[in-house]
Structures are given as structure tokens and as C-alpha cells.
């Protein structure tokens, strides 16, 4: 609900409540005080009322014996003006709609109303008067009434206390009717507010993990979700920032560690050229080969880091095509197996794919992967002959590919650690050269193809590198997107 509407809503609430309670408090006020009409009455009245009462009783006994018969017209005219005459008093004999005896001043409309009213008090041109009614037997049979009036002082402190009473009635009415109203706005806007106010201030001590919930009005609750969107991507900068400065500083330290090495040599051999140390031509010619190769090496090491750093941070763009993964990997050994023959290592593919060959890829990266695979097979192979076993396989989602190779292994504890960046097996980082970061770039690209890679060790027989990468859905030989 909109905030608007609902203090729209509130304040008819409000004004609702407050007549409501006044309306009844009114209506309870007149039913009590027609019940209680005498006790409002102050003691003078009280006293006035009784004798005025006994007296009107003495009367009616008087016209109106026990068996309920009523003297004659002449004698009740008569009584009744003498009797009530100190008194001011009147008097309305109703004996049949056509036999009707009334006192001066009192007109044909106002008999009428006073013999249907059965009330103590009646009001005759606007005096107050006490009656007594008394019913008696016509000759006939039929019944008549005695009605006798004496004014009594009205009672002025009645619409004061009315007055008094309706104005409590009000205030209280619309205290609780603002109670009530205000409780509900205070549950319903003010809890959320305190909630993102909590929020707000977590974040501003940097608590970024604390989460905004949407609650309240709708007003409320946009305001709430802004916020959260707000705290999301703080939260994705700070990340971000953060990983450039880890990124910095893994470049920075792979820098002075990995690339020292190579300068420490090149330096070594410049500064044998420069003291004359290598003497001859030949000498001269086989330190640049060397100064050469270490520079190769430098920058090899360089690019990689770069192009790791570069796809940590989502500077790479992919550029995904379906391919014919089975074509693609028959490309890949065709590639390779020359330069592997020369190490004596064999390459075989086996497809074991049945429902679907293609998969949308970014070719030119997934092949970086799978050199740096074939190329580890290489370099840590400790046998005569060696042999790179690819497998295809499929599951439900996925496509699986396993390069297994017979070199020296991994040991079961350190098989999960060769993803890492800079990982080296001590081994390795003795006898063959590399920057470590091979397997960490290709475990970035692999994700970056919404896939997994892992490693399986077969003790001394050798390692399995296997990826998985989702399948699209086949349709006429075509795949629909996946990524
Ligand atoms: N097939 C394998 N057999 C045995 N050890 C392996 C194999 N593949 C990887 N390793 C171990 O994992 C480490 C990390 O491999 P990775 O490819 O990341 O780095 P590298 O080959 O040392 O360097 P780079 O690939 O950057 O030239 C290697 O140094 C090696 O110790
Ligand atoms: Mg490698």
C-alpha cells in the first residue's frame, strides 16, 4: 500500500472511530438518563417531587376507589380545581376518545400526546411537569385514565452535564482512535525505517554483508530494495578493488620471485661477455643463445601473467561457437603429435559420445587449455614411451573430457593444489621449466565455459586431467545456447 492512501485511510479511521464512540456514548447517555430522570435531580427537587407526588396519589385515591371507579365528571371537575389549584396543577380526564375533560391551557394535540406518553415527566409549552397517571373502569366497562400534572423545576444543570459529558466522550474517543491509528502507521512505517536505518549504518562501518530487507509500504519497500541494490554493487567494487590489489600484488611478487631467476642468469652472462670471460666468438655467440633463450623464457612468463590477470578480472571478451567437439580435439592431436613423437609419447582419441557432439566454445582459449594439458604430459613424463589417452564421454548435462597420460604422477595430497596459481610441484620446479600458472589460466577459461576441471592421480602410472563442459540441447543437429 502507498503511504499516501494509507494516511488517507488512517485519518478516516480516525474520524470513524471517534464518531462511532461518541454516537454510542450519546445514545447510552439519553437511555440512561431517561431511566435515571428523578436522580438527576438535586435534593430540593427530590424533596419537591415527593410531595407533589403524595399529594397527586392522594388525589387519584381519592376520585378513584379500590374497585377502580371514578367519581362523577361534576364532582371530579370540581375536586380537581380546588385540589390542584395551589399546586398549579392540571389534569386531563380521558374517558373515551369522545369523553374528554382537560384543564385550561392544554389543547386537543397535546392530550393526545400526554395520554399515549407514560412517562414521569411530560413537557407542556416548554414547563416541566410531573404527572401521575391513574386508570380506572367506565360504566361501560371499558378503560379511561386520570391524568395529573404539576409542574416541577427543570432541571438546568442537564445539557451542562450533557455538554461536559459528549466533550469527554470526544476526547477520549479520538485518543483512542489516534492510539489506535498511529500504533498501526508506527508498525507499518517506522519498524522498517529503524531497520534500514540499522542497515545504513552497518554499511557505514563497512559492514557490507548485512543484508536490506524489503518490508513496509510500497514507498518503503523501494526504498529498501534501492538500498540493497546499492549495497550489492558497493559490495561487488569493494571485491573488485580488492582483487586488483591482490592481483598487484601476486604480479608484483611473481615478478621479483619468477622473473629474478632468469635476470640473475642473463645478467651473469652479459657481465661474462662485458670482463672478456667468454673469449672466443663461439663463447661470445653461445652466451647471447643462452641470454636469448632466458629472454624467451621472461616473456612467456610475463604473458602469462598478464593474460591470467586479465581473465581474473574479466578483461578477456569470449567469443563462443559451436563446435563439433570430436572434430575439434581430431585438430588438436593432429597438432601436437609430430612435436610429441620426437619425445616418444603416442596420442590416442577415443568418442565415446552418443546423444551430442556439439558444445558452444570459445576455440582459441579452450586450446590454450588443452596445450598447456598435453604440454604437462610432456614435460613430467618420466617413461620410455609415453601415452596421452583422450576420452569423450557424456552425461545427462554434460560433456566430459579426461587427458590421461602415464608420466610420473601427482601425489594424492598435492592433486588438488596444481589449479592454484604459482603452484609447482617441487619436483617439477627442479627439472623443467614453467611459471605454475598453466593450469590456474586454465581453470579460469574452463569456468569461463561454465564447466569444471579437476585432476585424478594414479599414483607413479601417471594423472587424469578432466573437465567437464555443459551440453547444449540438440535440435536438428544444432545446439541451443547454453552460456
Ligand atoms: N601431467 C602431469 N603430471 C605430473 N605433474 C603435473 C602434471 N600436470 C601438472 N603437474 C604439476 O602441476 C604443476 C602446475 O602445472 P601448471 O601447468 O599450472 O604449471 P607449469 O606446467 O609448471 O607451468 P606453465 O604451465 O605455466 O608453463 C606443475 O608444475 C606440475 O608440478
Ligand atoms: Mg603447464
Not at 385540589?83 to 396543577?89: Q, T
Not at 536490506?212 to 571485491?239: H, P, Q, W, Y
Amino acid at each position: 500500500m502507498k503511504i499516501k492512501k494509507r494516511l488517507f485511510i488512517s485519518n478516516i479511521i480516525t474520524v470513524l472511530i471517534t464518531l462511532i464512540i461518541t454516537i454510542v456514548a450519546t445514545c447510552g447517555f439519553f437511555f440512561f438518563s431517561a431511566r435515571l430522570d428523578i436522580r438527576r435531580m438535586n435534593t430540593k427537587n427530590i424533596e419537591e417531587v415527593v410531595d407533589k407526588s403524595k399529594s397527586l396519589s392522594e388525589i387519584s385515591n381519592y376520585l378513584i376507589d379500590s374497585e377502580r371507579k371514578i367519581k362523577t365528571n361534576v364532582e371530579i371537575e370540581k375536586y380537581l380545581r380546588y385540589s390542584l389549584a395551589d399546586m398549579n396543577g392540571k389534569y386531563i380526564l380521558y374517558k373515551s376518545q369522545n369523553d374528554i375533560i382537560q384543564s385550561e391551557g392544554i389543547n386537543r394535540i397535546d392530550v393526545e400526546r400526554i395520554v399515549d406518553e407514560s412517562k414521569g415527566t411530560i413537557d407542556i409549552n416548554g414547563e416541566n411537569y410531573m404527572s401521575k397517571i391513574s386508570g380506572f373502569q367506565n360504566e361501560d366497562g371499558s378503560n379511561g385514565k386520570l391524568i395529573l400534572m404539576v409542574p416541577v423545576s427543570k432541571e438546568t444543570f442537564e445539557s451542562k452535564h450533557f455538554f461536559i459529558f459528549i466533550t469527554i466522550a470526544f476526547v477520549f474517543a479520538f485518543i483512542i482512535a489516534n492510539f489506535i491509528t498511529t500504533y498501526n502507521f508506527v508498525r507499518r512505517i517506522m519498524q522498517p525505517i529503524n531497520h534500514l536505518k540499522a542497515a545504513t549504518s552497518d554499511i557505514r562501518d563497512g559492514n557490507l554483508d548485512s543484508q536490506i530487507i524489503e518490508a513496509g509500504d510500497e514507498e518503503i519497500r523501494e526504498l529498501c530494495n534501492g538500498f540493497e541494490i546499492m549495497r550489492i554493487r558497493l559490495k561487488d567494487s569493494v571485491t573488485l578493488k580488492s582483487k586488483y590489489d591482490e592481483n598487484r600484488r601476486l604480479i608484483v611478487s611473481s615478478i621479483s620471485h619468477d622473473l629474478k631467476t632468469p635476470i640473475t642468469s642473463i645478467k651473469g652472462y652479459v657481465e661474462g661477455i662485458l670482463d672478456g670471460v667468454a673469449n672466443t666468438e663461439e663463447k661470445v655467440f653461445d652466451y647471447l643463445k643462452i641470454i636469448n633463450m632466458k629472454a624467451d623464457y621472461m616473456n612467456v612468463i610475463i604473458d602469462d601473467l598478464l593474460l591470467h590477470s586479465k581473465l581474473d578480472l574479466n578483461q578477456i571478451p569470449y567469443n563462443f561457437e559451436k563446435t563439433d567437439i570430436v572434430n575439434y580435439f581430431e585438430d588438436c592431436i593432429c597438432e601436437c603429435e609430430g612435436e610429441l613423437k620426437k619425445y616418444n609419447i603416442d596420442m590416442n582419441l577415443d568418442n565415446q559420445l552418443v546423444t551430442t557432439r556439439m558444445v558452444k566454445i570459445d576455440r582459441e582459449k579452450l586450446r590454450r587449455v588443452i596445450i598447456n594439458i598435453i604440454d604437462n604430459a610432456r614435460k613430467y613424463m618420466d617413461k620410455e614411451y609415453g601415452q596421452i589417452n583422450i576420452d569423450l564421454r557424456e552425461t545427462n548435462t554434460s560433456i566430459i573430457i579426461e587427458i590421461r597420460d602415464n608420466g610420473m604422477g601427482i601425489d594424492e595430497e598435492e592433486v588438488n593444489k596444481i589449479f592454484n596459481r604459482f603452484y609447482r610441484i617441487d619436483k617439477s620446479r627442479n627439472q623443467t621449466k614453467g611459471s605454475g600458472l598453466g593450469l590456474a589460466i586454465a581453470k579460469q577459461i574452463v569456468e569461463d565455459h561454465k564447466g569444471r576441471i579437476w585432476a585424478k592421480s594414479h599414483g607413479g602410472e601417471g594423472t587424469s586431467i578432466l573437465m567437464s563442459l555443459p551440453k547444449g540441447k540438440v535440435l536438428n543437429n544444432d545446439v541451443e545456447d547454453t552460456l
